[in-house]
């Protein structure tokens, strides 16, 4: 193999390097085949096709069973074909026989990192695909939300905190309770609260009112101002908007400001608790 720099011949030599090593910045994909097997002729032009649609976002390491009979005895191989997939210097799934493309695609993409190609999606203006992207990664991986984290933190950049907020309102509530996501997204719904203030009605309760007073103080960069009603507002009602307030507070003692106005507002959350 080896005409693409991410389809590669394995060998006993090279596997604590080639796979297990670099399973530990992203999935390795090892094909345990033989030439005398007419399933594994089979499998082979099926593997390199979704290893090229991925990219290099998976390593495909072809090992040929007939010249490694050693090592493949060591890891177990007693059947071919056999897919084996690398993560963090260890095997963490496999798939035997004979698969279709499709199957093939679904078995990669649970181990694909799909951040890049919804930066990608953006870069080229397509902003719906790029989010529905970032959700499907989410919906798959929950433990692994970077892709709506990165496509959130563009919008941002490019002032569309509107459109960042419903990328990260519209994810599984699983999703959301990751740390920089949780954070983000409660930092951004005061933003669009603020934005929005001239044609809300009037607030339904105290701790709304408190919350939309911390949205216009961050507004203004007025972070300690803020603090002051978003702890107020939990006071009052700690769970309304599932417990946005405590959140928003949390989120902005994160931001950068001055030394006098973090002690603030850390010595506002200390006395929350």
Known sequence: MGVLSYIVDGSAENFP???????????????????????????????????????GRVLLVMLNTDDYGELAARLGIRALPLVKIFRGGAEVDSLQGVQSEPELRAFFGKYAPCSD????????GELTQAA???????????????????VARLLVLGKRPREAFSLLDALPPQARTHGEIASLHAHLALIVMALEEDHAPPPASEAEALLRAAA??????????????LVASAAHDSGFRQGLAAQAAQALAALPMACEARERIETLLAGRH
């Open 17 to 55: 390097r080639l796979v297990l090593e670099n399973s530990r910045r992203g999935p390795v994909a090892v094909n345990f085949w033989s030439p005398r097997a007419g399933p594994c002729l089979v499998l082979m032009p099926r593997l390199v096709r979704v290893a090229q649609e991925y990219g």
């Open 117 to 124: 190609a919804v930066v990608d999606a953006y870069g080229r």
């Open 132 to 150: 529905r992207l970032a959700a499907q990664a989410a919906l798959e991986r929950p433990g692994d939300p970077e892709a709506a984290l990165r």
């Open 216 to 229: 216009m103080a961050v507004a203004r960069d007025d972070y300690v101002g803020a603090c002051e009603q």
